[in-house]
C-alpha cells in the first residue's frame, strides 16, 4: 500500500462498474495516458474510435471532475490539432498522436517521435516509466517542484528544446498529473504514477479531485512548473 493514500474524505468514488481492461490489438490509442484510461474503463468507447466531442467532455468531467470550460478547452484543442473541425466531429484517440501537433516530445511515458514521422509512438515505453519511478528520482511520491525536475530531465536529452507552446502543454500536462493525482500531502505517490502512467488504468482507490480542477489552477500550477524549469535549468549551467 502507498505510504500516502489518495485523500477520499470529500470526494465520490468513481463508479465501480468500469473495471479496467487491456486495449484489444486493434484499438485506436493516443500518446496520452489520461485518455487512454478513459477508454481502457470504458467511459469512452474502449475501441478509442469514433468519439464525440461531448463523450469525451462528458467523460473528463466525470472522471476528473474537470470544470466544463476546460473539459471543453482540451476537447477542442484536441479535436482541431487532431485534424478535425469542430463540436460535431468524431475523432479516434490515434488523431491526437500527430506528430508536434498537440503531442510533443519528452514525453514522460513515451519514447520521441523520429524527425520524419507523422504521429509518434502511442505505446507506453517501460524503460521511461521506470526511470521516472525509480528510487535514485523519488522518495515515494512527486510534488509539484519533482514533476518539473522530472520534465526538465526529459527535456535535456532533446536533440533541440520544445518550442515555446509545447513547453506550455508539457508543462500543463505536469500541472493537471498533479492536481488530479496528489494524495493529502501535496504528492503523487509512485504506485500512483506506474499505474496512471505506464498501466494506463485508474489508480487503485482513485476518486476524483474533491475540488473541480478549472482552468485558472491548472494554469497557476502550470506556470510554476515553467518558473522551477528555468530555475533548475540556470542553476546547473
Not at 490489438?25 to 470504458?42: E, I, T
Not at 490539432?81 to 514522460?108: K, P, T
Not at 535514485?136 to 515555446?164: I, Q
Not at 473541480?212 to 491548472?218: A, D, Q, R
Request: proline share 7%; with cysteine; charged share 20%.
Amino acid at each position: 500500500m502507498s505510504p500516502h493514500p489518495i485523500d477520499t474524505s470529500c470526494s465520490v468514488p468513481v463508479p465501480n462498474d468500469h473495471n479496467f481492461m487491456p486495449p484489444a490489438a486493434n484499438a485506436s490509442r493516443s500518446p496520452c495516458p489520461a485518455l487512454n484510461v478513459l477508454a481502457n474503463h470504458g467511459y469512452i468507447n474502449r475501441s478509442g474510435r469514433d468519439i464525440s466531442f461531448f463523450e469525451l467532455v462528458g467523460a473528463l468531467r466525470l472522471v476528473y471532475n474537470l470544470t466544463l470550460p476546460l473539459a471543453f478547452f482540451l476537447t477542442m484543442g484536441g479535436i482541431i490539432l487532431g485534424g478535425h473541425q469542430g463540436v460535431l466531429s468524431r475523432i479516434d484517440l490515434h488523431d491526437l498522436a500527430r506528430h508536434n501537433a498537440i503531442e510533443h516530445d519528452a514525453s514522460l511515458s513515451r519514447s520521441n517521435a523520429n524527425s520524419d514521422d507523422q504521429f509518434a509512438p502511442v505505446e507506453v515505453d517501460e524503460y521511461v516509466v521506470a526511470r521516472l519511478v525509480s528510487p535514485t528520482t523519488t522518495h515515494g511520491g512527486f510534488s509539484l517542484r519533482d514533476l518539473a525536475k522530472a520534465r526538465m530531465d526529459r527535456e535535456v536529452s532533446l536533440h533541440a528544446d520544445l518550442d515555446a507552446v509545447h513547453r506550455v502543454v508539457a508543462a500543463g500536462e505536469a500541472s493537471m498529473t498533479w492536481l488530479l493525482m496528489k494524495d493529502s500531502h501535496g504528492l503523487v505517490p509512485s504506485k500512483v504514477i506506474k499505474q496512471w502512467y505506464g498501466e494506463e488504468r485508474l489508480p487503485d482507490e482513485y476518486h476524483p479531485p474533491a475540488s473541480p480542477i478549472g482552468l485558472k489552477k491548472t494554469h497557476a500550477n502550470a506556470n510554476r512548473v515553467t518558473s522551477w524549469i528555468s530555475h533548475l535549468q540556470h542553476k546547473s549551467t
